[in-house]
């Protein structure tokens, strides 16, 4: 019986809640052995809209409330009781009965009644006045089903309604005998209620002029075609081998009552027929019923139910299949342990809370997975082993549900409106398809209660949304672009079958014991933002040999990296940039045209020190410039200032191309330029500053510089204002190996930094990193004079001793005896007094006297 609207035609009148409330009680038994009779049966699928009385062979009459309407709704076909103020009341006119008789009313509530809200059932019996009540509906109650059992020659259903702002329905009242359970067997072709079709005795018995009701087993077979043309009730069905179940008009459904069960054996058919609206309900009670289809049978409907808040086990090896849609409409458990295949033509709806539903078997969605309002707290699961195909969306409406799947679902359509108190658990050993590619965005909630335990695989024919995940094992598949929406990471395996990974702006790690398989140049990572690819734990201790790193800047260019780190283990960081920059960025600076391959890989360890890494970089012809001969190539790395050639080899392969260098230990910019015209202006070696004695002293080397005409070298305590300390001229254009000193004989006490300028000769130039130093003032009661040896134009002395700032006299005395130097200078305590030579002076030994009141004197030599 339908105690529920059709999910997509309830307007703005949605239940609330959705079950089988089965109120009896018993009045009168008598255990008879005939079977059902109609005396009255009231659906409202005939009146027209509004009607408010009708006068046919089911007469019934009605009294309105203070405000609403009570009457018909042809849209719904039931009639309605609508915000009715004061009690209204539907009645029957008077039923001939014979007997014990069976009285039930299906009654429905919406839009969240109150306590004070009411629908109450009575009777009236053998004309007396007197209503005698059977069924009371209070409060937020769903739906039910009044129920009794009277014994007299007549009666008179009435119906009232109390309620303000809400909807009230009644439909499928049904006055019949109410008779024993003795099996009825088909005997003949005809219609369901009629009586001379059906026998007590056996397919070839007498017929018996009665026909089955809820408490009725029938066997329907002997090549007998047995037509549904009604609304119709049974305990247990049985439709044998050669026997037919027909649907020959609509809006006609199968009630099966009181934990029945429906089997249907090898060459029986149960069929829809062409009408629309055919109908399978189980209708519940307080065990386990049963849905049995053998291989070889026919079952083809439109709709099935599940309206009882008990068990349905659905078994047998034969194929399911429903034309429009599955509802669970109460707080029931479903098993499917078909091992056939059981298709829902439409959807599979949720219309009540807390409903069970466990997957064995197969099943086919061709729609959605769907629950309605409010509808909280169900739960589907698919079993190891099982099949689930969805191919609609899952939309929950809002309300929250938890899929646990361990078998395989699949599923074409997007998630939306999930509550975000939902769970869906793909559990180890599962895998879960997802082929959406609608560009849709998939519902907000979904990061947070996807559980990636198992294998999740975007396999769309085009191109997909990535959820923001934790996958165990993620899987590319169906072509197209698939793209990171946030920090995705991958524990296990990322299996690239068809189709790219863009990552846009966001970060993708492979986990420690992570990995990725069958990437090649026509499926690969996309480095299309400021996203990086990750890889864990590679090294000694972790991940060993070449790790790739399937990387390019978009679908048509595949420029991959293989790391293979014999040091300490480490986490990588890889991303590559379209061209190569003087200045070591990406896609910004001064950008080389000729000489070079036109990308720059960017390589970060998460822990810097420990590694000694062979690096393999991979492009195609396309990628190399003008100018470029892979036969001598140097491989170069930005540190944070200049390009350093880290390595000089030649091109392997014969497209796409690799070159390798072994022993790097430090990470930055890498790219690939042609050794015997190096585009780069000057490949610095190094720069360094060490702290001395008396000075700082500053060393750099180049391997190769293009049009340099000077070195600065400037000094810092902030590393924001820089003055300059020397200048040093440069080779201009050179390929050989070139050294450089410079000394800071006036060097700041404690820490300072210090950078290169180098200057080309059209006034173009760049900075090194700055190298910092902590220069300490030695202590000591000695005259101190440096640099010592000394290069005779210049020389530094300070005078611990002195205690106040005064004028001194300073003389410089060769190994003749003859005074080169005489000048008198106003000296500061603790600070060097720097002295320049107007001519330099020749190699020798000197002395220095120093008078500050008292006279000291130091050696030293100038080479």
């Not at 066997?219 to 027909?246: K, M, Q």
């Not at 996958?471 to 395996?493: D, E, F, H, P, R």
């Amino acid at each position: 019986m339908k105690l529920i609207k059709q999910y997509h035609n309830t307007g703005n009148r949605l239940p609330v809640a959705i079950g089988v409330i089965l109120i009896s009680v018993l009045l009168f038994f008598s255990s008879l052995t005939l079977q059902a009779q109609y005396y009255y049966l009231e659906r409202f699928n005939t009146q027209p809209n509004g009607a408010t009385s009708d006068a046919d062979n089911t007469p019934w009459t009605t009294i309105q409330g203070s405000s609403g309407s009570l009457a018909v709704d042809a849209s719904f076909q039931d009639l309605t009781a609508s915000s009715v103020g004061t009690e209204a009341v539907w009645e029957s006119g008077s039923i001939a009965i014979s007997g014990s008789t069976s009285i039930s009313v299906d009654v429905l509530e919406y839009s969240n009644a109150e306590p004070s809200d009411y629908v109450k059932v009575y009777y009236k019996l053998d004309g007396s006045p007197t209503e005698v009540e059977f069924a009371s509906f209070n409060d937020d109650f769903g739906s039910g089903t009044a129920t009794t059992t009277v014994s007299g020659s007549s009666v008179v259903i009435v119906v009232r309604f109390l309620n303000d702002q809400e909807f009230h329905t009644i439909d499928n009242v049904v006055v019949e005998s109410a008779v024993g359970g003795a099996t009825l067997y088909s005997i003949a072709d005809g219609d369901w209620d009629d009586g001379a079709i059906w026998s007590t005795t056996g397919y070839a018995g007498a017929a018996c002029n009665c026909f089955p009701n809820g408490s009725t087993p029938v066997n329907i077979g002997n090549t007998r075609t047995v037509n549904l043309n009604v609304d119709a009730e049974v305990n247990d069905i049985t439709i044998e081998n050669t026997g037919s179940l027909l649907f020959t008009a609509g809006n006609v459904e199968l009630n099966v009552m009181n934990d029945g069960t429906f089997t249907i054996n090898s060459g029986g058919t149960f069929d829809e027929n062409g009408q629309t609206n055919s109908d399978l309900d189980f209708e519940g009670g307080s065990g386990t019923s049963q849905l049995v289809v053998h291989s070889g049978s026919t079952f083809s409907i439109d709709r099935l139910y599940m309206f009882g808040a008990n068990t349905l086990n659905i078994s047998g090896d034969g194929d399911i299949t429903l034309l429009e849609d599955f509802h669970i409409s109460a707080a029931g458990t479903i098993n499917n342990n078909s091992t056939g295949t059981f298709t829902i033509g439409d959807d599979l709806l949720f219309n009540d809370d807390n409903a069970t539903f466990t997957n064995y078997g197969d099943i086919i969605i061709t729609d959605d997975l769907l629950a309605g309002t409010g509808d909280d707290g169900n739960t589907f699961t698919n079993a190891s082993g099982a099949h689930l195909d969805i191919g609609g969306d899952i939309n929950l409406s809002g309300s929250n549900m938890t899929i646990n799947n361990s078998g395989t679902l699949s599923q074409s359509g997007n998630f939306l409106n999930i509550g975000s108190s939902s769970s869906f658990n793909n559990l180890g050993g599962s895998f879960w398809f997802w082929g959406y590619t609608g560009g849709v965005a998939y519902d907000a909630d979904m990061p947070n209660v996807f559980n990636a335990a198992g294998t999740v695989r975007y396999n769309g024919a085009g191109d997909q949304l990535v959820m923001p995940l934790s996958y165990n094992n993620l899987g590319i598949a169906g072509g197209g672009t698939k793209s990171l929406q946030g920090v995705t990471s991958v524990s296990g395996m990322m299996y690239l079958t068809n189709g790219f990974v863009a990552l846009g702006d966001h970060n993708l790690t492979i986990g420690n014991s992570g990995s990725i398989a069958n990437a090649s140049s026509a499926r690969y990572v996309v480095i299309d933002g400021n996203g990086s690819l990750i890889q864990n734990n590679i090294g000694t201790g972790g991940r060993s040999g070449g790790v790739l790193f399937p990387v390019g800047i978009n679908t048509t260019s595949y420029t991959p990296l293989t790391i293979n780190n014999s040091g300490t283990a480490d986490n990588f960081t890889v991303r590559v940039c379209s061209n190569i920059y003087e200045e070591g960025g990406c896609a910004t600076g001064t950008m080389q045209s000729v000489n070079v391959v036109d990308r720059t890989w960017f390589i970060d360890e998460a822990v810097v020190g420990g590694s000694s890494a062979t690096l393999v970089f991979q492009w195609g012809a396309t990628n190399e410039l003008s100018g470029f001969d892979r036969a001598d190539i140097n491989i170069v790395h930005h540190n944070g200032a200049y390009w350093e050639t880290v390595g000089n080899t030649s091109a392997t392969g014969t497209g796409p191309y690799t070159a390798s260098v072994s022993g790097v230990t430090s990470f930055s910019p890498f790219g690939v330029e042609d050794a015997t015209d190096t585009p780069l202006p000057v490949e610095l070696l190094f720069f360094n500053a060490k702290s001395k004695s008396h000075y700082v002293a500053l060393t750099w080397e180049t391997a190769s510089e293009l049009n340099n005409d000077f070195f600065t070298v400037e000094r810092s305590v902030d590393l924001v204002s820089f003055t300059e300390v020397g200048s040093v001229r440069g080779k201009g254009t050179s390929h050989e190996i070139s050294r450089y000193y410079l000394a800071d004989n006036a060097p700041l006490k404690g820490k300072a930094y210090y950078r290169l300028r180098q200057t080309d000769f059209d006034g173009s130039f760049t900075y090194s990193a700055p190298v910092k130093v902590e220069y300490v003032v030695m202590q000591s009661d000695q005259l101190q004079v440096y640099p010592v040896p000394n290069e005779g134009d210049y020389i530094n002395i300070l005078n611990p001793q002195l205690k106040e700032d005064r004028v001194c006299t300073i003389h410089v005395i060769d190994g003749q005896g003859k005074k080169v130097l005489s000048v008198e200078r106003n000296v500061q305590q603790g600070v060097p007094l720097l002295i320049h030579f107007k001519h330099p002076l020749s190699p020798g030994i000197y002395t220095l006297l120093f008078h500050d009141g008292e006279l000291k004197s130091q050696a030293f030599i100038v080479k």
